[in-house]
């Protein structure tokens, strides 16, 4: 019997994908609402990718926001895998990936909210370009010190929350210091609070995404 | 070791559950079934499993996957097997969830450098093609094909991802054990046996209530992590 001759075909160019992953109530769906406007605001096309474990809770929160055209936040569903939609068959998040890319052809980013999981979960770079991971300050401070694939390989490692720091006595500073220590000095970390009158480092991670991953000029 | 025994050698790996096709995340119909109190006990999963799941498998998919595989190398005869499927697939969900894993099959098996796969997906990139075409059967035939598999291996590849995605939702939902799974798998064996030595229908059709049903009424009050 032959073999019929390879025609491999790999990822064409598109638009970049990030992920957003961490734990549940980390703030992640939050930190994406909070993105939204400034990417916006400076030019970006957008379009949102949820990975409800249980529910399409975080997409038609996302949908029902008035941030962004519902139309361009579709939720995928996780089969009660967290870890193997994002990372051992991230085919399902592809796919939906490819589809936003085909109905809004100008989009420039795609961001990919994983379901809540724990500090093992981490992204597939066949599914994501670069991806961030949210843990907050409400979880405790040794969290940073546990390590874990999702704190050490991140692209970058949010610390959300951190104005609630003092109410869970905890200190924002000490986290985000030992963080910066197990994580070396090659791989950010950014320290982030993105509900309230007053955010916190949520233009950083879009000055980061802008830069490093769009290579567009970052407003001074 | 000959060529056909490479060909094995790809249909035991395209087979794994490690294969990335995006069908852990499909219980036909399972999920409802457990949370309505419908299905409870393993001889329950096993009964869905040969009385729904395996003859809808063999009086329907079993059909376009054998057109397919025949047109394989084709993608105008492709997509009018998939135009067909799409046509007489009456449960709507089920036919999503076939399209999407048929659609991450393509996909992956592009990637690959699967013959075959990167033609059909660019030809169902068609706008009026996305939404009626790629159903699981028929890139399964297609891609058995390009990796030099006899239907007859190309069928069991299919049917045994079809028995293990609906096990493996079970052990996932909390309803069987990982031992459990296996012991009901390998009392199913004969009856798979029995499902592929029967001839497959001139014409597919399908009659599969109790699932088809099942994957189409979801209760918005309970949580649900498949998508059927």
Redesign the interface.
Known sequence: MTFLAHDKNTRTPGPARVGIGGPVGSGKTALIEALIPIFMARGVELAVVTNDLVTREDARRLQASGLIDPARVVAVEAGACPHTVIREDPTLNIAAAEDLEARFPNVDLILIESGGDNLASTFSLDLVDWWMFVIDVGQGDDIPRKRGPGIMLCDLLVINKIDIAPHVFVSAEAILAEAATVRGERRPVIGCRCKGAQTQGVSEIADLIMRDLLFRQVPA | M???S??LIRLLQVSDT?F???A????SGLETLFNEGRVRAPEDIQAVLVGQILPRWASFDRVFLQAAHAAA?DPGKLSEIDARCHLQSSSDRLAQASR?IG???L??H??????????Y?SHT?R?DL?EASTYEPVIQGLIGA???LSVDECELGAVHSTCMAFVS?AV??GRLGAIEAQSLLADVAPEILATLEQPAPQLAGAFSPFAEIAALRRNAMQ?????T
Do not use: C, E, K
């Open positions: 000959s060529a056909h490479l060909a490690a990335p096709s995006g852990f995340a499909f219980s190398g999407r659609r991450s099959l996909s992956v592009a990637r690959i450098g699967t013959a075959g796969a990167a033609a997906r990139d706008p996305r390009g990796l030099g939702a996932r939902l949580a649900v992590l498949f998508a």
